[in-house]
């Protein structure tokens, strides 16, 4: 990859980083779907303790994803900086973004790391997860809250690398973390030979000890230089003034990302009470449904880059172009995976809760995930032009929109239809379904409006 921003039709740009960043997702679906099939087929003769085991995953899931909300303190900084610098043409304070970003990686790590250890017990409590699901969430998550500092800084070397252009790299080496993480996890959760493996907490050791080789490896790849970024002991040294630019983009929205992260983690506790079988469906559903949010999320990566890209090259005007590219492009995609969805939902359902004891799982979920397909276009607005409204330092108001969509209609609406409408998982879904088209609807206003372009970094 070149540097600075991409000539060319804007469909070409966007598709160059899309398309590495879109094989970087679906690697990580992959294992999220292998932790999935691994619960799902869990040696246990207990059907309901199958379904303890696939509700823990489902919360233990919203945690991890709540860990992803977190990173965002340092990666949408570090993409958007390094993408101005670079399209402007200055590669030298573009690599000390990148080590800035680097150690705040570290910091906010660390920190991350300390208090997920001390507070998962209270918060899958707080979350009205109880009994035997309960405890198999906390040993879940403990490895991974225990080796979150190598995700963060995995996170922040890709997003630098995002930020100069180059996605290849970062799918090189999160596929590289996807390769290793199906056989660990497979490998500790049934054991090797004669030694008889961790079981379910096995899973969640293979995917933190994965994450620790991906950071490594990126680690190494900088300190050589890569894509003009140099990763060195100089520009590690902390930069107050740099890192204040950083942690001005970042705030906003990792607030943004960690508020929607919360009001996720609400919804999921009136999910939890609806009992193993609503959580367990709820769970499947969402994998599923990662086939049309995780392409969204490549192409915001390729949103967020260009524009910030455009814009330190001083041309507004394409990196509009290429934001609502971007958003036409997965909005295509995800309705593509809306259509498989409406038709293929009982079975794909039954892939992760098989035999006659699952069938109430499948019957709770394969509605559901029929449903959300006629949200896919909404989330693509939200998902890409978010993104895009990132890229160009536009975080501050996003954070508004994420908690009307959330505090003003998901979460009131799913009182009402679990509760005195008596729609169980399905009224949950349908008011995830009005928040979705809300929120899509106020970022394309946001973004169609065309103050971002105008926001100094």
Known sequence: MGHGPAGGPAWRAVLALALPALAQQYLHLLVGLSDQYLAGHFRVADPAARE????????????YWFV??????????????????????????????????????????????????????????ALWLTGDAARYAVDFLTPLAALLAFQIVESACAACLAGSGDTRTGLKVLGLVAVLNVPLAWGL????????????????????????????????????????????????????????????VSV?????????AFCQLWFLGLVNRLGDTASAAHGIALRWE??????????????????????????????????????????????????LFALFAGPMFRLFAPGAGAAGVVEAGAPVLRLIAVAMPALAAQIVLTAALRGAGDTRVPVLISWVGFLG???????????????????????????????GTFFAVRFAGGRWKRIEV
């Open 290 to 339: 990662a086939l049309g949010f995780l392409a969204g999320a490549a192409f915001g990566t390729a949103a967020m880059a260009l524009v910030g890209q455009n814009l330190g090259a001083r041309d507004p005007a394409r990196a509009a172009r290429c934001g609502w590219t971007a958003f036409g492009i997965a909005a295509a995609v995800m309705c593509g995976m809306g259509v």
């Open 409 to 439: 209609v998901r979460i009131p609406l799913a009182y009402l239809l679990t509760g005195p409408a008596n729609l169980g998982l399905f009224g949950a879904w349908v008011a995830m379904c009005a928040d979705i088209w809300v929120r």
């Open 52 to 63: 303890a085991y696939l509700s823990a995953l489902t919360t233990a899931g919203y945690l």
């Open 68 to 125: 992803s909300s977190y990173t965002v303190v340092v990666s949408v900084g570090a993409t958007a900086l390094v993408a101005r610098f670079v399209g402007a043409g200055d590669l030298s304070l573009a690599r000390r973004a990148t080590g800035q970003a680097v150690l705040l990686g570290a910091a906010f790590g660390a920190v991350g790391a300390v208090a997920g250890l001390l507070g998962l017990p209270v918060l899958v409590d």
């Open 189 to 248: 959760c049934f054991g090797v030979g004669p030694w008889g493996g961790l079981g379910f907490v096995g899973i969640a050791l293979g995917t933190g000890l994965s994450h620790v080789v991906g950071c490594a490896v990126l680690l190494l790849i900088l300190s050589r230089g890569k894509s003009g970024l140099t990763l060195t002991w100089a520009n590690l040294a902390p930069d107050l003034s740099l890192i204040r630019r950083l942690l001005r």
């Open 252 to 260: 906003p929205a990792a607030a943004d990302s960690l508020s929607v």
